[in-house]
T-cell receptor, first 109, second 114 residues
Framework: AQRVTQPEKLLSVFKGAPVELKCNYS??????LFWYVQYSRQRLQLLLR??SRESIKGFTADLNKGETSFHLKKPFAQEEDSAMYYC???????????FGTGTRLTIIP | DVKVTQSSRYLVKRTGEKVFLECVQD?????MFWYRQDPGLGLRLIYF???????EKGDIPEGYSVSREKKERFSLILESASTNQTSMYLC?????????????FGSGTRLTVV
């Protein structure tokens, strides 16, 4: 079975401070990991994928297989980062995503 | 620019009614999915489909069924709506190899069962 854990339901950070949203996973094989974001009144959208090792809107995430983690980080928070963030996992060769419970990030001006 | 369209943004139905939620995508994607989104529970997969007329159960299929007669359309059916099915329902689609592209989501249908 595969599982994604996001331990923080709510996270508040001051503008300009670093942000880290935690994501841990449980999967016996090689996982494919994603971060999705939902801004207020907008649809859920892909933020980044670990396979592409990209940085989107200043966010990065590194897969740590030893700690089974895929934490999302940004060095300097901006007000427009306030949103709901979901970590998601797909098993190798599997088309379906398992999502975590989400973290609501609020940036304090 | 809308690529995954859910026919209703809000629905209110009575307990026991049969409810149809419709989803259409215009990206010629093979994969389509239905999730429900609840506070504190995240997104949970109800059903998914890899191809026309093909369907597979997700994690919480009880009380739901699906239909995929055409590639672009994936319908979620609540056979007899109950109050515990009050939720936000999200449809998504993806091409093969989700890992490379991720999902494209619809804007959601907020269903209230009274």
């Amino acid at each position: 079975a595969q599982r994604v854990t996001q331990p923080e339901k709510l996270l508040s950070v001051f503008k300009g401070a670093p942000v880290e949203l935690k994501c841990n996973y449980s999967y016996s094989g090689s996982p494919e990991l994603f971060w999705y974001v939902q801004y207020s009144r907008q649809r859920l959208q892909l933020l980044l994928r670990h396979i592409s090792r990209e940085s989107i809107k200043g966010f990065t995430a590194d897969l740590n297989k030893g700690e089974t983690s895929f934490h999302l980080k940004k060095p300097f928070a901006q007000e427009e980062d306030s949103a709901m963030y979901y970590c998601a996992l797909a098993g190798f060769g599997n088309e379906k995503l398992t999502f975590g419970t989400g973290t609501r990030l609020t940036i304090i001006p | 620019d809308v690529k995954v369209t859910q026919s209703s943004r809000y629905l209110v139905k009575r307990t026991g009614e049969k409810v149809f939620l419709e989803c259409v995508q215009d990206m010629d994607h093979e994969n389509m999915f239905w999730y429900r989104q609840d506070p504190g529970l995240g997104l949970r997969l109800i059903y998914f489909s890899y191809d026309v007329k093909m369907k597979e159960k997700g994690d919480i299929p009880e009380g739901y069924s699906v239909s995929r007669e055409k590639k672009e359309r994936f319908s979620l059916i609540l056979e007899s709506a109950s109050t515990n099915q009050t939720s936000m329902y999200l449809c998504a689609s993806s091409p093969p190899a989700t890992v490379n592209y991720g999902y494209t989501f619809g804007s959601g249908t907020r269903l209230t069962v009274v």
